[in-house]
Every structure is written in structure tokens, then in C-alpha cells.
Nanobody, 121 residues
Framework: QVHLVESGGGSVQAGGSLRLSCAAS????????MGWFRQAPGKEREGVAA???????SYADSVKGRFTISKDNAKNTLYLQMNSLKPEDTAMYYC???????????????WGQGTQVTVSS
């Protein structure tokens, strides 16, 4: 079992930055594959960024060059640094983990409760 808790969401103006954190507890965190997803009202959940057990990363085209995913195994924490935020980035952001690497497909077994990001123009 893996328990995930996100934090760091908030309201910012377009062009601003936020750093999301996802604290993980449970077993074999350091071997898990993890990702960030987001879901806006009326839309499907979409993959934003993912990181595999070797630290290789994948990003949705819409966030490439603006968002950075990273993981601190010593702190059992996943991060998402979001820069140059746009109003279309507004959504609930979720972190996810699994022993299978789903990359940006929302089929991970473990999910956090989400943290809201609102970007105003």
C-alpha cells in the first residue's frame, strides 16, 4: 500500500509559478513509478508528467518547457515545479504511484486526494 498526500496548490496570476509536493508513505516508494495528473471540471483526467524508477521523465506536450517533475527518494516526496502558468492549467492536480509504469495514462493504482491550482488571467 502507498498513501499519497499532495500540497502546494493555490491561486496565482498567469505567468506565475507554483511547486506541488506529494508526500508518499508505505512500502517500496523508491521503486515506484509516479506521475502527476490533472482534471478540470467537465474534462477527463489527463497526464501532466511522469517519472520512472531510474529518474527518466515524460511530459504532456502542453506543459513541456514549463513544468518539471522530480523525486526526492530520501524524503519520499514527489514534486512538480510549474512555471509560466496559464489559465488553461487551472485544474485539480493529483499525484499517482504504482509498481507498473503507466507513464501519462491514468491507470496508476494509488492516488492522492488532489490539490487545486487556479490560474487567473
Amino acid at each position: 500500500q502507498v498513501h499519497l498526500v499532495e500540497s502546494g496548490g493555490g491561486s496565482v496570476q498567469a505567468g506565475g509559478s507554483l511547486r506541488l509536493s506529494c508526500a508518499a508513505s508505505g512500502d517500496t516508494y523508491s521503486n515506484s513509478y509516479m506521475g502527476w495528473f490533472r482534471q478540470a471540471p467537465g474534462k477527463e483526467r489527463e497526464g501532466v508528467a511522469a517519472i520512472d524508477s531510474d529518474g527518466s521523465t515524460s511530459y504532456a506536450d502542453s506543459v513541456k518547457g514549463r513544468f518539471t517533475i522530480s523525486k526526492d527518494n530520501a524524503k519520499n516526496t514527489l514534486y512538480l515545479q510549474m512555471n509560466s502558468l496559464k489559465p488553461e492549467d487551472t485544474a485539480m492536480y493529483y499525484c499517482a504511484a504504482d509498481q507498473v509504469y503507466w507513464v501519462l495514462v491514468p491507470r496508476y493504482n494509488y492516488w492522492g486526494q488532489g490539490t487545486q491550482v487556479t490560474v487567473s488571467s
